[in-house]
């Protein structure tokens, strides 16, 4: 580590980070890149509804203090000339104007400096995807104005580049490094199956056909929290209401404060995320760190996870999740495994994602080794 930072300050570099809202995904892999000495710019200029905050996140945070925020166009112009140069890097989590205004996209191409886009999944599972995909080789790849590399958010989202005629050297995994809140998680018992969902209750998260597969499975030895709020939420409700099993085994916690989620992993043995389609699925990484294994749809990019820990379940039907689901109400996960999930877990988080980040920019603008994932490292 010692060595790294040494080499760091031979080099100048600005890192700008191109974002819609003040988000835990980036924020603060974002703060701790600035141990490496690097000029970290974190910018919202296009800012919209941040949805994190229905969630109970509400960043407020002495660590991500030392970042350079710049939250409107007029304070960008005034350091035009710091971060419109040849030696910084820009990062977006997109490409569409809300997250970078196009005429910032053609600045960063004149100035000859890099462009990485962090890239989640897309979505291929509506008649949409054709028109998606015409869109993206447009952009990507027909583009004047296109990225010079790309970090893919889910082996899903590198194979859509590939398909998109992407160089794979120009294509580099990479994750949502998250703060590790969870790591500390301490565990009661319970003879009951205990479930647990966050997110936004809105129909993509498909939370009414989890409660009809419990109605289904007809097991009464099962507790499910669900946290969050949205359209949904009175739909889940009545469906409660209706059924005198789910009424006494399913709580609407509704919002929870970030900081709080770890008491609730505390009493969970399985986290589900049903969504039809999630670009990742950062709570998935949350429930990871605290030593929880995941049941997760097909459709969300943070299946990977499953394929890293070999714990937890990836489903692809409705009767494969209720045949996992009555797995896991018959087989709980032991305490070697949970301590499993919470020593991979740390490896998304942001002080070991802000390392790897480090040396894949000096990989990329200073032509050192390649470095490997956090999570291809034993």
Same mark, same amino acid.
């Given at each position: 580590?010692?060595?790294?930072?040494?080499?760091?300050?031979?080099?100048?570099?600005?890192?700008?980070?191109?974002?819609?809202?003040?988000?835990?995904?980036?924020?603060?892999?974002?703060? @701790?890149?600035? @141990?490496?000495?690097?000029?970290?710019?974190?910018?919202?200029?296009?800012?919209?509804?941040?949805?994190?905050?229905? &969630?109970?996140?509400?960043?407020?945070?002495?660590?991500?203090?030392?970042?350079?925020? +710049?939250?409107?166009?007029?304070?960008?112009?005034?350091?035009?000339?710091?971060?419109?140069?040849?030696?910084?890097?820009?990062?977006?989590?997109?490409?569409?104007?809300?997250?970078?205004?196009?005429?910032? =996209? %053609?600045?960063? %191409?004149?100035?000859?400096?890099?462009?990485?886009?962090?890239?989640?999944?897309?979505?291929?599972?509506?008649?949409?995807?054709?028109?998606?995909?015409?869109?993206?080789?447009?952009?990507?790849?027909?583009?004047?104005?296109?990225?010079?590399?790309?970090?893919?958010?889910?082996?899903?989202?590198?194979?859509?580049? %590939?398909?998109?005629? +992407?160089?794979?050297?120009?294509?580099?995994?990479?994750?949502?490094?998250?703060?590790?809140?969870?790591?500390?998680?301490?565990?009661?018992?319970?003879?009951?199956?205990?479930?647990?969902?966050?997110?936004?209750?809105?129909?993509?998260?498909?939370?009414?056909?989890?409660?009809?597969? &419990?109605?289904?499975?007809?097991?009464?030895?099962?507790?499910?929290?669900?946290?969050?709020?949205?359209?949904?939420?009175?739909? +889940?409700?009545?469906?409660?209401?209706?059924?005198?099993?789910?009424?006494?085994?399913?709580?609407?916690?509704?919002?929870?404060?970030?900081?709080?989620?770890?008491? @609730?992993?505390?009493?969970?043995?399985?986290?589900?995320?049903?969504?039809?389609?999630?670009?990742?699925?950062?709570?998935?990484?949350?429930?990871?760190?605290?030593?929880?294994?995941?049941?997760?749809?097909?459709?969300?990019?943070?299946?990977?996870? =499953?394929?890293?820990?070999?714990?937890?379940?990836?489903?692809?039907?409705?009767?494969?999740?209720?045949?996992?689901?009555?797995?896991?109400?018959?087989?709980? =996960?032991?305490?070697?495994?949970?301590?499993?999930?919470?020593?991979?877990?740390?490896?998304?988080?942001?002080?070991?994602?802000?390392?790897?980040?480090?040396?894949?920019?000096?990989?990329? %603008?200073?032509?050192?080794?390649?470095?490997?994932?956090?999570?291809? =490292?034993?």
């Amino acid at each position: 580590m010692l060595i790294i930072y040494l080499v760091s300050l031979l080099y100048s570099m600005n890192v700008v980070f191109w974002q819609p809202v003040k988000s835990p995904h980036v924020l603060y892999l974002a703060s @701790h890149l600035r @141990h490496y000495d690097l000029n970290v710019y974190y910018v919202v200029v296009n800012k919209k509804e941040d949805s994190h905050k229905n &969630l109970g996140w509400d960043v407020i945070d002495e660590e991500i203090n030392n970042l350079k925020f +710049i939250f409107n166009e007029i304070d960008l112009n005034e350091i035009d000339d710091d971060i419109f140069n040849p030696s910084t890097i820009h990062i977006t989590s997109g490409m569409n104007s809300n997250i970078i205004p196009s005429k910032y =996209i %053609k600045k960063i %191409k004149k100035s000859s400096g890099i462009w990485i886009f962090m890239c989640e999944k897309f979505k291929t599972n509506d008649f949409l995807s054709f028109f998606r995909y015409l869109n993206y080789f447009i952009k990507l790849k027909i583009s004047r104005n296109k990225p010079d590399y790309f970090f893919s958010i889910s082996s899903d989202a590198f194979k859509y580049l %590939k398909n998109l005629f +992407i160089n794979p050297k120009l294509i580099f995994p990479f994750a949502y490094f998250i703060k590790n809140n969870f790591s500390n998680t301490v565990f009661s018992n319970s003879n009951d199956l205990r479930i647990l969902f966050i997110g936004n209750l809105i129909k993509r998260k498909n939370i009414i056909q989890v409660l009809k597969i &419990l109605k289904e499975i007809n097991n009464p030895h099962f507790k499910f929290n669900i946290i969050g709020n949205g359209k949904e939420y009175n739909n +889940i409700k009545n469906l409660i209401e209706k059924s005198s099993l789910l009424k006494a085994n399913v709580t609407l916690v509704g919002t929870v404060d970030n900081i709080l989620l770890s008491q @609730h992993f505390s009493n969970t043995d399985l986290f589900i995320l049903p969504s039809s389609f999630d670009g990742w699925g950062v709570v998935a990484t949350e429930s990871i760190m605290s030593g929880v294994p995941v049941l997760i749809s097909k459709n969300c990019g943070a299946k990977d996870l =499953i394929d890293i820990t070999k714990v937890g379940s990836i489903y692809n039907t409705y009767n494969d999740m209720l045949l996992n689901m009555k797995y896991y109400m018959m087989n709980k =996960i032991e305490e070697k495994d949970r301590n499993y999930l919470k020593k991979i877990g740390n490896k998304f988080s942001s002080e070991n994602g802000a390392f790897y980040l480090f040396n894949l920019l000096m990989h990329i %603008k200073h032509n050192k080794n390649k470095p490997a994932a956090p999570w291809e =490292i034993d």
